[in-house]
């Protein structure tokens, strides 16, 4: 049975979508809680196809030039998309668990870290 990729927004408000539950396929335990996707993860649309294509060409440019079938320079543009895409999930990321331990130190109040957590949600 072919599965299709978890959509990463959600289609009524375009929120970020986080996965809730696991089935394992053998034996049908279910694991639940309010999980994270990992930053490549939630990737969207082309720029999910395109690291999927970077990576079965091994990082070739090249490669990934004759698969998607166009010029290199176009291909090296599309590939500095996705990864600057791919760069700004890790940096909210980022930004989220500074935010938190500066919060945890003592640094920042509580209304100061939710107002930036509340910003970068935003972006």
Known sequence: MSKTAAPSR?????????????????CKTEVSGDFAMCSSCSLEGDNRSLLELFLLARGNLKAVQR???????TARTRIEEMFNALENRMEKKGTSISVLEQLHRG?????????????????
């Not at 375009?14 to 089935?23: A, C, E, S």
């Not at 698969?67 to 320079?73: F, I, K, R």
Request: overall charge negative; some cysteine; aromatic content about 4%.
């Open 107 to 123: 640094e920042i109040s509580v209304e100061d870290a939710l107002e930036t957590l509340s910003e970068n949600s935003l972006e």
């Open 67 to 73: 698969m998607l079938g166009v010029s290199y320079p």
């Open 10 to 26: 959600c289609p009524s408000c375009n929120g970020v979508l986080n996965p809730v539950k696991y089935v394992c396929s053998e």
